[in-house]
């Protein structure tokens, strides 16, 4: 399947979401959301973003304060990691990508349409 430049897609691989930027054989050029590093993935590896990932991406994306649900002490802890993570190797690498990927998923799957936020 082609998926169009700007698409919201989940490279399925790493349970990773990223954004579509191009397309080069089989393979689709994406990036994660806001910028960063590109790669390319396998267009069979790939899946279309859900809305509510598609609407975490959004409100986290380029955001120095992301979302946190007040009293929430796994969304700290999570946040906390993120943040150690991108001190100690820099903001765009693996590590720091998995650290943000837990506290989004956490965040998209614990108070995503949550009142209170």
């Known amino acids: 399947m082609m998926y169009r430049v700007g698409a919201y897609v989940v490279d399925t691989r790493e349970d ?6 191009g397309h080069r054989g089989a393979h689709v ?5 806001g910028g960063g590093a ?5 267009a069979s590896a790939l899946r279309l973003a859900m809305g509510q990932e598609r609407e975490a991406v959004r409100v986290l994306a380029n955001r120095d304060d992301a979302p946190q649900r ?3 002490a796994r969304c700290a802890e999570l946040e906390a990691a993120w943040r150690a993570a991108c001190a100690a190797t820099g903001e765009r690498t693996t590590t720091t990508g998995w650290a943000l990927n837990r506290f989004r998923n ?5 108070h995503a349409g949550s009142p209170g936020m």
Do not use: F, N, S, T
């Not at 990773?16 to 930027?21: D, E, P, T």
């Not at 050029?29 to 959301?33: E, L, N, Q, S």
């Not at 590109?38 to 396998?42: L, M, Q, T």
């Open 38 to 42: 590109e790669w390319e993935v396998p």
């Open 16 to 21: 990773r979401v990223a954004q579509v930027i």
């Open 29 to 33: 050029k994406v990036r994660a959301p």
């Open 106 to 110: 956490h965040w998209r799957l614990d």
């Open 70 to 72: 007040r009293g929430c």
